[in-house]
């Protein structure tokens, strides 16, 4: 019996990148891309919302929230639902996986509920079919930390002192704490496995002292448990593409931030100058008032009222574009902080490239070292693909395996295709020479293409010369 598995996420921070990934916006290295169209949109989304992203904000938008969401709060949990691997195999060869993927919704929208359920994807283009689930902690009741303060509440209430008007406890909120408490992390494992016990899965060891790891993580632990030189290398590309891509996503929000950055401090300088020139122009309009000979009581009177009129019009305005100014420095200091913040990561994430990029050049020196007929056998490999062979039967005749062909194959020297009908196809190494050659049927493949096309020209009624070429000479993909 497998083991039901349940992972729940905080998420860190923006959710375009996660989206993008799960929406195959973009596509990684553990993705087979010709099996995407298996996966499933298990909950419809609202008309007016486009994607996972927009639906977590339509959540906290329609929630009736009174508090203002603060800028490090929580808004989304990912959670993975999935089982082991063999489990989760069979499962879909029973023909289960739908009755499955209701199940696991029942489940998540019984636990958190439905309208905090925003989206939920069923992904069967990798090699494990698992859902990811975006759940919005929004919560209502008394908080954890109220429950356990009623007793002192109690106490001041019988000590007399002023009471409070308290906040309605069924009000909606948003608090990842509450629904990410220890003792309901244990109970979602809990009725998770109950509910995935039809399956033949079951809990996993409570109090066990596994982890989570990241993606990154298990590619590299990967490249540690494998002996083999080009499959380690395979490994190390993906986690280099895999860095190279969250390296530019981080440039791309540092760049957003520096240019809101820059837009706040024009705004902010605007609204100085306006301001200073406001202050100039009550200036000028006091001194000619107080300057002005006023030889009646009335004229006086009227300066008065005038200068009164001009410090309580300039003093609202002055007060307003001040606000401004404050508002905007403080958000100057906000987009400052968060390149701050977008630089180190940058700079980690480089250094982690530049540790990775040292390992994918120590492993290439040893296979330039140990196996130098590798760097030719990989450009073989393409070249078997771009004349017609497949992926496996390239990666057969590589590692010097016989194939039996039945297809087109094309010539780049007379720019057209061939029938080959089962054609014995091998790559070998010349004896004498040293340089590998492809044979077919035991003829060089430059050989078999000219003889081919001699054919077809003589079909024709054209008739080509012989000519002298060297039957053993190899070729240069």
Sequence with gaps: MGYAVLHLDKSPGGEAA??????????????????????????????????????????????????????????????????????????????????????????????????????????QDEATPHIHASVVPIVTGERRKTRTKKQDDKAEHDSGKKKYRKKDPNRPRLCVDDVMARDKLVEY?????????????????????????????????????????????????????????????????????????????????????????????LKEVKGQLKTEKFRSSAADAGSAIMDGIS??????????????????????QNQQQKITVLNQTINRERKEHEKVSGELKSELNKIHEWLPDTPNLIKWGEHCKSIGFSDKQAKDLVNKKTILFTGELYSNEHYQRFKADDVVVRLEKDPTQGFLKLLIDKTNIIQWFRQKYKEFQEKRGIKIPEKNRQQGQGMKP
């Design 311 to 332: 410090s309580a019009l300039g003093t609202s305005k002055v007060k307003r574009q001040q606000q401004e100014i404050d508002n905007l420095k403080s958000e100057n």
């Design 18 to 123: 996660m989206t993008d990934h799960i929406e195959r916006k973009v596509i990684h290295s553990n993705v087979d891309s010709s099996r995407t169209y298996l996966n499933q949109e298990l909950i419809d989304h609202p008309d007016e919302v486009a994607d996972r992203t927009e639906a977590i904000q339509h959540r906290l938008d329609t929630a009736n929230l009174e508090r203002k969401i603060g800028k490090n709060q929580v808004q989304v949990i990912r959670v993975m639902l999935t089982g082991s691997h063999e489990d989760m195999l069979r499962i879909q060869s029973e023909g289960r996986l739908d009755e499955w993927c209701a199940d696991n919704l029942n489940w998540l929208r019984k636990t958190y509920g439905t309208d905090n359920v925003v989206a939920a994807t069923l992904h």
């Design 189 to 281: 494992q809990d009725t998770y496995a109950e509910a995935m016990a039809k399956y033949g899965l079951e809990r996993g060891v409570r109090g066990s002292d596994a982890r989570h790891i990241t993606t990154q993580e298990f590619y590299r632990n990967a490249i540690a448990k494998k002996g083999n030189l080009q499959e380690n290398i395979e490994e190390l590309l993906k986690v280099e593409e895999m860095k190279r891509q969250t390296v530019e996503q981080l440039k791309e929000q540092e760049q957003e931030a520096t240019a809101r950055y820059w837009q706040a401090d024009t705004l902010k300088q605007q609204k100085e100058s306006e301001l200073s020139q406001t202050e100039k122009e």
